[in-house]
């Protein structure tokens, strides 16, 4: 698996997202290229921003007890799986705007490094190590650009 946290596989990501256009369609799913951006924004909004609700201690058990696994391992994700309510995207977005965003998210994780989220608090899943943290920010724009052709 690519390594977010490497310079020279940052550079494949987002040359893999600079080939996306306003135009582009998806290989499966509903989403328009505006919003999938959108979507993957939510990723990094989680650890940049305080902009969504943190989920009470019965869902975080939830989470950390039958999800976490399932996004921080190095298997890649099915077509059309489920996603928690605060990743769906339902109105238009402006895709300049959410690809710059995520270009810059992208590339602000790269320049903390891993060490900087070894062991950082995950909103969702407790403290993950970096490879946990790699495996969910790659796997992530990794099926989505597939989504995309990209």
């Not at 019965?58 to 994700?77: A, G, H, R, W």
């Not at 070894?118 to 990794?142: A, R």
Request: net charge positive.
């Amino acid at each position: 698996m690519n390594n977010v946290f490497n310079a020279a596989d940052t550079a494949i990501v987002i040359n893999r997202i600079s080939k996306l256009t306003p135009e582009s369609k998806p290989l499966w799913g509903k989403m328009a290229v505006g919003q999938m951006l959108a979507h993957c924004n939510v990723t990094y909004e989680l650890v940049y921003e305080n902009i969504h609700p943190k989920p009470n201690a019965f869902m975080k058990f939830i989470l950390k007890t039958f999800v976490k696994k399932l996004v921080v391992n190095d298997v890649p994700y099915k077509h059309n799986g489920q996603t928690a309510p605060y990743f769906i995207i339902k109105d238009d977005k402006d895709f300049n705007k959410e690809k710059n965003r995520l270009i810059y998210y992208i590339n602000k994780t790269q320049q903390l490094g891993a060490q900087n989220f070894e062991g950082k608090e995950s909103h969702s899943f407790g403290k993950l190590t970096q490879v946990e943290w790699n495996n969910m920010f790659y796997k992530h724009l990794n099926h989505h650009l597939s989504q995309f052709g990209v």
